[in-house]
Protein backbone atom coordinates (compact mmCIF):
# COMPACT_ATOMS: atom_id res chain seq x y z
CA UNK A 1 0.00 0.00 0.00
CA UNK A 2 1.14 3.16 -0.15
CA UNK A 3 3.72 4.96 2.24
CA UNK A 4 4.75 7.49 4.09
CA UNK A 5 8.83 7.67 3.85
CA UNK A 6 11.14 9.34 6.09
CA UNK A 7 14.64 10.29 5.61
CA UNK A 8 17.07 9.98 7.30
CA UNK A 9 16.37 6.55 9.01
CA UNK A 10 19.16 7.97 11.56
CA UNK A 11 20.99 10.72 12.70
CA UNK A 12 23.49 11.74 15.28
CA UNK A 13 23.88 15.51 16.00
CA UNK A 14 26.11 17.50 18.56
CA UNK A 15 23.94 19.21 21.03
CA UNK A 16 23.25 22.89 20.00
CA UNK A 17 23.17 21.95 16.73
CA UNK A 18 20.22 22.29 14.05
CA UNK A 19 18.63 19.15 12.82
CA UNK A 20 15.82 18.69 9.98
CA UNK A 21 13.66 15.80 9.72
CA UNK A 22 11.85 14.75 6.35
CA UNK A 23 9.02 13.33 5.80
CA UNK A 24 7.14 12.10 3.05
CA UNK A 25 3.79 12.04 3.46
CA UNK A 26 1.16 9.79 1.30
CA UNK A 27 0.29 12.13 -2.28
CA UNK A 28 -3.12 12.57 -1.91
CA UNK A 29 -3.12 13.13 1.99
CA UNK A 30 -3.98 15.91 3.57
CA UNK A 31 -3.36 15.81 7.31
CA UNK A 32 0.45 15.59 8.81
CA UNK A 33 1.28 14.59 12.36
CA UNK A 34 4.95 13.87 14.22
CA UNK A 35 5.06 11.90 16.88
CA UNK A 36 7.86 11.01 19.52
CA UNK A 37 8.64 8.02 20.94
CA UNK A 38 11.52 7.90 23.50
CA UNK A 39 12.95 4.29 23.67
CA UNK A 40 10.94 1.67 24.93
CA UNK A 41 8.20 3.94 25.73
CA UNK A 42 4.89 5.19 24.28
CA UNK A 43 4.08 7.38 21.31
CA UNK A 44 3.15 10.69 22.17
CA UNK A 45 1.51 13.28 20.19
CA UNK A 46 3.69 16.15 18.87
CA UNK A 47 1.83 18.58 16.79
CA UNK A 48 -0.62 18.13 14.00
CA UNK A 49 -0.77 20.41 10.83
CA UNK A 50 -3.93 20.57 8.07
CA UNK A 51 -3.77 23.24 5.38
CA UNK A 52 -0.89 24.45 5.50
CA UNK A 53 -1.16 24.97 9.75
CA UNK A 54 -0.39 24.13 13.19
CA UNK A 55 -3.73 23.28 14.27
CA UNK A 56 -2.86 21.59 17.63
CA UNK A 57 0.63 20.67 19.24
CA UNK A 58 1.34 19.42 22.99
CA UNK A 59 3.48 20.50 25.64
CA UNK A 60 6.52 18.29 24.02
CA UNK A 61 6.44 20.67 20.76
CA UNK A 62 8.96 23.02 22.76
CA UNK A 63 9.27 26.57 21.27
CA UNK A 64 13.00 25.00 19.48
CA UNK A 65 10.65 22.36 17.46
CA UNK A 66 9.16 23.94 14.37
CA UNK A 67 6.73 22.59 11.25
CA UNK A 68 6.22 23.08 7.30
CA UNK A 69 5.35 21.93 4.26
CA UNK A 70 6.59 24.20 1.49
CA UNK A 71 4.95 23.90 -1.63
CA UNK A 72 3.35 20.54 -1.15
CA UNK A 73 6.98 18.93 -0.60
CA UNK A 74 8.78 17.02 2.37
CA UNK A 75 6.63 17.91 5.86
CA UNK A 76 9.48 18.64 7.86
CA UNK A 77 10.33 19.28 11.85
CA UNK A 78 12.85 21.45 12.45
CA UNK A 79 14.91 21.23 15.92
CA UNK A 80 16.70 24.45 16.84
CA UNK A 81 18.65 24.22 18.97
CA UNK A 82 18.90 20.48 20.10
CA UNK A 83 19.28 19.29 23.24
CA UNK A 84 19.78 16.24 24.86
CA UNK A 85 16.62 15.50 25.51
CA UNK A 86 15.51 15.62 22.50
CA UNK A 87 16.84 12.32 21.61
CA UNK A 88 14.81 9.51 20.14
CA UNK A 89 12.58 7.88 17.35
CA UNK A 90 10.58 10.17 15.28
CA UNK A 91 7.58 9.21 13.61
CA UNK A 92 5.99 10.91 11.06
CA UNK A 93 2.53 10.04 9.50
CA UNK A 94 -0.18 11.43 7.35
CA UNK A 95 -4.07 10.81 6.90
CA UNK A 96 -6.21 11.46 3.94
CA UNK A 97 -9.11 12.11 6.61
CA UNK A 98 -10.23 11.26 10.47
CA UNK A 99 -7.43 9.12 11.95
CA UNK A 100 -6.47 5.99 9.35
CA UNK A 101 -3.35 7.14 9.60
CA UNK A 102 -0.28 5.75 7.41
CA UNK A 103 2.85 5.97 9.86
CA UNK A 104 6.52 6.10 8.37
CA UNK A 105 9.61 4.05 10.00
CA UNK A 106 10.85 6.68 12.02
CA UNK A 107 13.91 8.49 12.12
CA UNK A 108 16.23 7.59 14.99
CA UNK A 109 17.71 10.78 16.68
CA UNK A 110 20.43 11.02 18.90
CA UNK A 111 21.94 14.13 19.96
CA UNK A 112 25.06 13.96 21.69
CA UNK B 1 -8.38 13.96 27.89
CA UNK B 2 -8.50 11.16 26.35
CA UNK B 3 -5.77 8.24 27.89
CA UNK B 4 -5.18 4.96 27.41
CA UNK B 5 -4.15 1.91 30.06
CA UNK B 6 -2.63 -0.82 29.15
CA UNK B 7 -1.57 -2.84 32.62
CA UNK B 8 0.85 -5.55 30.91
CA UNK B 9 3.28 -4.16 29.86
CA UNK B 10 4.69 -7.97 28.80
CA UNK B 11 3.09 -10.90 27.94
CA UNK B 12 4.18 -14.21 27.02
CA UNK B 13 2.14 -17.50 25.61
CA UNK B 14 3.22 -20.48 23.93
CA UNK B 15 2.65 -21.06 20.54
CA UNK B 16 -0.44 -22.19 19.05
CA UNK B 17 -2.10 -20.36 22.57
CA UNK B 18 -5.03 -17.97 22.90
CA UNK B 19 -4.27 -14.20 23.32
CA UNK B 20 -5.81 -11.42 25.13
CA UNK B 21 -4.39 -8.09 25.67
CA UNK B 22 -5.76 -5.49 27.81
CA UNK B 23 -6.37 -1.92 26.98
CA UNK B 24 -8.64 0.37 29.06
CA UNK B 25 -9.22 3.65 28.05
CA UNK B 26 -10.46 7.30 29.25
CA UNK B 27 -12.58 9.92 27.44
CA UNK B 28 -15.79 11.57 28.09
CA UNK B 29 -17.42 11.42 24.20
CA UNK B 30 -17.78 8.67 21.89
CA UNK B 31 -13.98 7.24 21.45
CA UNK B 32 -12.64 5.63 18.12
CA UNK B 33 -10.66 2.72 19.12
CA UNK B 34 -7.22 1.66 17.56
CA UNK B 35 -4.98 -1.48 18.29
CA UNK B 36 -1.30 -1.13 16.27
CA UNK B 37 1.48 -3.29 16.01
CA UNK B 38 5.07 -2.44 15.78
CA UNK B 39 8.05 -4.85 15.16
CA UNK B 40 11.81 -3.74 16.05
CA UNK B 41 12.68 -0.94 14.64
CA UNK B 42 9.61 -0.40 12.40
CA UNK B 43 7.09 2.21 12.41
CA UNK B 44 3.18 1.10 13.68
CA UNK B 45 0.98 -1.12 11.75
CA UNK B 46 -2.58 -0.81 11.90
CA UNK B 47 -4.15 -4.02 13.42
CA UNK B 48 -7.68 -3.08 12.95
CA UNK B 49 -10.23 0.16 14.73
CA UNK B 50 -13.29 0.39 16.07
CA UNK B 51 -15.59 4.01 14.92
CA UNK B 52 -18.98 2.55 15.36
CA UNK B 53 -21.51 -0.49 15.17
CA UNK B 54 -20.67 -4.11 15.44
CA UNK B 55 -18.76 -4.42 18.50
CA UNK B 56 -16.79 -6.83 17.90
CA UNK B 57 -14.01 -5.96 14.81
CA UNK B 58 -11.78 -7.77 12.60
CA UNK B 59 -8.29 -7.21 11.73
CA UNK B 60 -5.10 -8.84 9.91
CA UNK B 61 -3.74 -11.77 10.82
CA UNK B 62 -6.36 -13.02 12.77
CA UNK B 63 -7.00 -10.71 15.38
CA UNK B 64 -9.71 -9.23 16.58
CA UNK B 65 -10.86 -6.94 19.28
CA UNK B 66 -14.04 -6.11 21.26
CA UNK B 67 -15.55 -2.84 22.50
CA UNK B 68 -17.07 -2.81 25.52
CA UNK B 69 -18.54 0.15 26.38
CA UNK B 70 -19.22 -0.22 30.16
CA UNK B 71 -15.89 -1.48 31.01
CA UNK B 72 -14.28 1.45 28.78
CA UNK B 73 -12.02 -1.79 27.24
CA UNK B 74 -11.31 -2.74 24.05
CA UNK B 75 -8.91 -6.00 24.85
CA UNK B 76 -7.41 -7.57 21.35
CA UNK B 77 -7.77 -11.52 21.42
CA UNK B 78 -6.33 -13.78 18.59
CA UNK B 79 -7.35 -17.37 19.00
CA UNK B 80 -3.96 -19.12 18.54
CA UNK B 81 -0.74 -17.39 18.36
CA UNK B 82 1.97 -17.66 15.76
CA UNK B 83 5.96 -16.83 16.72
CA UNK B 84 5.70 -14.01 14.33
CA UNK B 85 2.98 -12.18 16.14
CA UNK B 86 6.32 -11.53 18.86
CA UNK B 87 6.10 -7.18 18.80
CA UNK B 88 4.57 -4.73 21.02
CA UNK B 89 1.14 -3.67 20.62
CA UNK B 90 -0.42 -0.47 21.23
CA UNK B 91 -3.91 0.15 21.86
CA UNK B 92 -4.65 4.01 20.83
CA UNK B 93 -8.10 6.13 21.47
CA UNK B 94 -8.49 9.34 18.72
CA UNK B 95 -11.08 11.79 19.66
CA UNK B 96 -11.97 12.51 16.68
CA UNK B 97 -14.46 15.78 17.23
CA UNK B 98 -15.75 16.75 13.65
CA UNK B 99 -12.37 19.22 13.37
CA UNK B 100 -9.14 19.27 12.00
CA UNK B 101 -8.04 17.56 15.10
CA UNK B 102 -7.16 14.04 14.68
CA UNK B 103 -4.61 13.35 17.06
CA UNK B 104 -4.13 9.69 19.03
CA UNK B 105 -3.23 9.12 22.21
CA UNK B 106 -1.52 5.80 23.15
CA UNK B 107 -1.02 3.25 26.18
CA UNK B 108 2.34 2.41 26.83
CA UNK B 109 2.04 -0.86 24.98
CA UNK B 110 2.19 -4.54 25.53
CA UNK B 111 5.71 -6.50 24.51
CA UNK B 112 4.23 -9.68 23.49
CA UNK B 113 6.80 -12.81 23.35
CA UNK B 114 5.75 -16.14 21.79
CA UNK B 115 7.70 -18.90 22.91
CA UNK B 116 7.84 -22.40 21.10
Known amino acids: GPKVLQIPSHQIIDMGQMVTLNCDPVSNHLYFYWYKQILGQQMEFLVN????????KSKLFKDQFSVERPDGSYFTLKIQPTALEDSAVYFC??????????FGSGTRLLVI | AQSVTQPDARVTVSEGASLQLRCKYS??????LFWYVQYPRQGLQLLLKYYSGDPVVQGVNGFEAEFIKSNSSFHLRKASVHWSDSAVYFCAVSADSGGSNYKLTFGKGTLLTVTP
Open chain 1, 49 to 56: FYNGKVME
Open chain 2, 27 to 32: YSGTPY
Open chain 1, 93 to 102: ASSLQGSDYT
